[in-house]
């Protein structure tokens, strides 16, 4: 059984018995900024031990969907729920969810160790009790022996563990990341993508995860939404989300796509509907050989060509309209100007139920 | 040799090859730029200040009045006579007492100005705060000496509302009360925080400033109420703005002379003793005995600050 399996399953369970009531549920919450609504009657279901994505470009409110689970805004409309409480009017402090800042907010004047047991100090935990249990957090997050740094002695990588270690250390019900990796460089981020997803496995915890990289997205989660202007577009797992999109936003904000109006998806061979073709599922092929495979498929110049290492993007300029091929790199050379045969399967043409 | 740049004409070329040498060596702009106020620290400042204390280690012929150039230590022996240490211990405590009233009183507007006010209402703020600072500092000490007067607008004020036993009940407790606001050290304190509050609240108000809303909000989500998070995170992080305010209320009372003759009882204040004792006494070796002891105390509370950590957050 695949990890999406599971979280279907889980979802379902979650949906159909109302004794395991979801981790956090969001009932036609709307959260108003002046005249902006950052958050726009928003329906949205996380069960338990999920890791679950919010996907999106800057402002379309899911950093304030974070915000509004974690109690530092309160909703205009709606109510939250968190493991079938109400929260929607409990403070910050007396919510079961820790955050890991997108800045990572840690406390200038305390040291690592401080830091990280802050959260069990204000809980009353005894000294004695709250170190070892604060070392045990930093050695979970792989960062032992940092323990009488100050923050501003520290990596950005080592503050993003300490970061996570000091949401961790009181056990929360629900870990809310802000874009936790944006300020770490690549290979970091790649690592701490690993690190993340198995912390979460080994945990249980739910994770709700913000970001605005799909790659992150579609790599670490069990299900994502994508967020746009305020409103959920779509939910799904990974692959439901990156195969079957429902819009064209969806299309083209994850993964990249090339959209096509409903007549020249027709000119193309497909129906006439609005459709998406991945770039990856393009094909350059000899004309003769498409023709024989009664392929759908478009002819044109090449006006652009990109180098990417594991692959290729070419731009194909198709008189209709221009349609973006990924190559692979052991696929024949196109060069600038070139005219060549694209094609591709029926099946890789995707119908779109609408524009947003 | 073909030139990078195309060139101007003679004065703007002298005037560019200023600019390029200036930007070159970096160590001869700072040169430039800090020779003069070095000198004026230098001689102006630091001599004036060492000759001073020089004079403190003078002593004054009882019998002439001359004074007479020897170094001793006289002169601070004379600062412990019951008299002079009355002074020194009634206007320490007046600065301390100056400097816990502004922190009280200026912590909260601070606050509010650093994290809630926006755009005009920050222009408020700011304009409120400064304002006092631009009348006359003897206008604002005769105008309080009017209002704090048995017969001015705060007994009247309180006489209209009822209010008049609050202020007899406190006129009527030993030492600090008196015949009336005006003359006595509670009407003292009063004025020394108006006129010093500014002080209080502008470095406080940087602090704050520089304390991301995030960390509030992190204290919350890590499960701290409101007052725990302003007693671990906000308070300590504010500490060195009100250590830099609190120099400021501290030793500015320590050094007033004009304010305690005209509000208060007639005790003197170091100031006024040194006021005096340079003027019609004549005793300049005193004087300057007297004017080291802000210095040192001003010394050992930035020491004490720093043992205590008000300067460890940034």
């Known amino acids: 059984m695949s990890v999406h399996d599971k979280a279907r399953i889980a979802t379902a369970q979650a949906s159909s018995s109302p004794f395991v009531p979801a981790a956090v549920e969001f009932q036609g919450v709307s959260r108003i900024f002046g005249t902006v609504r950052a958050v726009d009657d928003i329906n949205l279901e996380i069960p338990a031990g999920e890791f679950f994505a919010m996907l999106g470009p800057s402002g379309s409110g899911k950093t304030t969907c974070l915000r509004l689970i974690a109690g530092f805004e309160q909703p205009d409309a709606g109510e939250i729920t968190i493991f079938g409480e109400p929260a929607s009017s409990l403070p910050p402090f007396r919510r079961c969810v820790n955050t890991v800042f997108q800045d990572y907010a840690l406390f200038p004047h305390l040291n690592v160790l401080q830091n990280v047991a802050y959260g069990l100090m204000i809980g009353g935990v005894e000294r004695g009790e709250r170190e070892r249990r604060a070392k045990q957090a930093l050695a979970m997050v792989k960062l032992p022996g940092l323990e009488a740094r100050r923050p501003a002695q520290l990596s950005g990588g080592q503050r993003q563990r300490v970061a996570l270690a000091r949401a961790l250390v009181n056990e929360p019900k629900v870990l809310l990341l802000d874009e936790p990796l944006g300020a770490l460089d690549l290979k970091l981020r790649e690592e701490m993508q690993i690190e993340l997803k198995n912390l979460q496995r080994s945990l249980g915890i739910t994770f709700v995860f913000v970001t605005h990289d799909q790659g992150e997205a579609l790599s670490m989660s069990n299900r994502v939404a994508i967020f746009n202007a305020g409103r959920i577009v779509q939910t799904g797992t990974p692959q439901e989300i990156y195969e079957r999109p429902k819009s064209r936003f969806a299309a083209e904000f994850v993964g990249g796509s090339n959209v096509l109006e409903p007549a020249v998806s027709a000119r193309f061979g497909g129906p006439e509907r609005l459709v998406s073709l991945r770039p990856e599922s393009i094909a350059v092929t000899p004309a003769e050989a498409a023709a024989a495979l009664n392929l759908p498929g478009a002819e044109g110049r090449c006006t652009d060509v990109q180098y990417h290492g594991s692959y290729r993007r070419i731009f194909v300029d198709c008189g209709g309209g221009r349609l973006v091929a990924a190559l692979p790199p052991s696929s024949a050379p196109v060069s600038l100007g070139e005219t060549v045969r694209l094609s591709w399967s029926p099946g890789a043409m995707h119908v779109l139920e609408s524009e947003e | 040799m073909t030139s990078l740049a195309s060139s101007p004409p003679a004065p703007e070329a002298a005037l560019n090859r200023i600019a390029d040498a200036l930007y070159l060596r970096r160590g001869l702009l700072l040169t430039l730029l800090l020779v003069p106020p070095l000198l004026w620290l230098g001689v102006v400042y630091a001599g004036s200040l060492f000759a001073l204390l020089l004079q403190s280690f003078f002593s004054i012929d009882e019998f ?89 607008a705060v007994a009247w004020t309180a006489g209209a509302t009822g209010l008049m036993p609050v202020i007899d009940a406190a006129l009527g407790l030993p030492i600090i009360g008196g015949p009336s606001l005006s003359v006595s050290y509670l009407g003292q304190w009063l004025v020394f925080v108006y006129l010093w509050l500014p002080f209080m609240i502008l470095p406080v108000q940087a602090a704050l400033e520089r304390v991301p809303g995030s960390l509030i909000e992190a204290s919350a989500d890590l499960g701290a109420q409101p007052r725990q998070t302003f007693r671990h995170i906000i308070l300590p992080l504010a500490l060195p703005g009100v250590a830099a305010g609190s120099i400021f209320t501290f030793s500015l009372t320590l050094g007033d002379y004009i304010l305690p003759q005209i509000i208060g009882p007639s005790s003197l204040l170091l100031g006024q003793a040194v006021y005096m004792l340079q003027g019609t006494a004549g005793n300049i070796p005193l004087a300057a005995a007297f004017a080291f002891i802000p210095i040192a105390v001003m010394a050992l509370y930035l020491l004490a600050a720093k043992r205590l950590g008000a300067f460890d957050a940034f």
């Open chain 2, 64 to 152: 002439s009045g001359t004074i007479v150039r020897e170094l001793t230590l006289k002169t601070y022996g004379e600062l412990l006579a019951p008299a002079n240490a009355d002074v020194i211990l009634r206007t320490i405590t007046m600065a301390a007492a100056v400097t816990v009233g502004s922190a009280l009183l200026g912590f909260p507007i601070a606050y509010y100005a650093a994290r809630y006010a926006k755009g005009r209402m920050k222009a408020v703020f700011y304009l409120a705060v400064m304002m006092p600072l631009w009348s006359s500092y003897l206008v604002k000490v005769y105008a309080w000496k009017m209002l704090l007067a048995r017969e001015g």
